[in-house]
């Protein structure tokens, strides 16, 4: 391990280290005192050495795509997990062992040539470590539920004094376990391994999707949600608004995605959703096959690199008059990049959650993203959200950790009694308080700096 020091001889070798994997170009002025670029578990051990030694904190970077850059933390050790890579599947009992610099494309990739899958994230370079401990808003979630609900065990480095390599599962360590499964930045340790369960791929998969002018929100909006309670099975449903080119206005857009292996109920479902939707949209595409790999280089045009970000999002109420509350959202984008979204979370949201620290969720879920690229735009687009999730959050019940920033506003993360619970488990495990936690929420142990 060779730590690269802020007050080194080489500022450029840091500069890069500190930024270089950031996925959001909008970079704070916040600075590690060093960075380790870890390449296996004795390196992590050892940057958490030099934390105590150094009285530092511990920041960590699985893969970079945190919108409020939570890995660059002031007196800390940053622990870059990128060089860290491993990825093997149990073929018998189809466990997955993955470190967290691994990103959503890799494992689907390495999955899907075996015959396997798992809800990864939607965005293809959004890394697994992140993604897991915030809970895991993943592909078919309706049905699949939460990523973080599929962890069977984590590998982790401790920061205690005496750093050290343990596993936490339904049987051993098990708060740490809980925790890892929806404490998100919270957690108290440095995972190296997630052990995750996974699914026979499925057979089929198509898409359809219908686009309006924004001028017809409000009907093609509340067609959406009708048949989102209409069509609970099989099937992840979208609204988007966004800007298309060549058209002016934004638009509004519902893509739906069917998966599964019993093609004939697909395509009845699809036809069903196309036999009602409003007339006249500007264009439109119906039961088309597709695959994971397909979408992923949707997403990524949708959320381009080397652009700023500014991130809010929400799980509305369940009796809310969804359509009428995320409005504003969808027809006043601040710029051509820029993303209102909406995805209903049944049948997922009507089960009942096991014991585990992710404990928020709705039917609704929404999540607004200002993007742009020059930095003068920099106060436009932020009062933008801010102002728009100030009147959503009055419909809202709480917000998913892995959109956020948490300095943005005041909400809920957690439900009732496991922000205590979480508190209790870094008090045990991270007694001096080298994990940095929640950037923002400074609250929640009474010791996070």
Known sequence: MQPIFRNGPDSDTYEKARTSRLFNARIPARYPTAIVLARHEGDIIEAVTLARVHRLQISIRSGGHSYAAWSLRPRSVLVDLGG?????????????????????????????????????????????????????????????????????????????????????????????????????????????????????????????????????YSRVFRWALKIAAEFEDSIEIVAIGSYKDGIEHPCITIALIASGNDQEHLDDILKSIEETHPPNPISRWFNQETTLSEQFDLKAKSYPKNHRYYVDNAFVKNDADVASTLERAFTTLPTRESLALWTSLVPLSRRQLPDMALSMQSDHYFALYAIWGDGSKDSQCMTWVDQIMEDVAKDSVGSYLGELDFRSRNTRYWGDGVWERLMEVRKKWDPENRICGCLGLEGLLQMDS
């Open 84 to 216: 860290l890579r491993h990825c093997e599947l149990n073929e018998g009992s189809g466990v997955v062992s993955v470190s967290p610099s691994i990103t959503a494309q890799q494992l689907y990739d390495y999955l899907a040539e075996r015959g396997r899958t798992f809800p990864v994230g939607h965005c293809p370079d959004v890394g697994l470590g992140g993604f897991l401990l915030g809970g895991g808003m993943g592909w078919d979630q309706p049905n699949l539920g939460w990523a973080c609900q599929h962890i069977l065990a984590v590998d982790l480095v401790t920061a205690t004094d005496d750093p050290k390599l343990l596993r936490a599962d339904a049987h051993q360590n098990t708060d740490l376990f809980w925790a890892a499964r929806g404490g998100g930045p919270a957690f108290p340790g440095i995972v190296t391994t997630f052990h995750l369960q996974t699914f026979p791929a499925p057979k089929v998969m198509r898409s359809s999707g219908y686009v309006y002018g924004v001028g017809e």
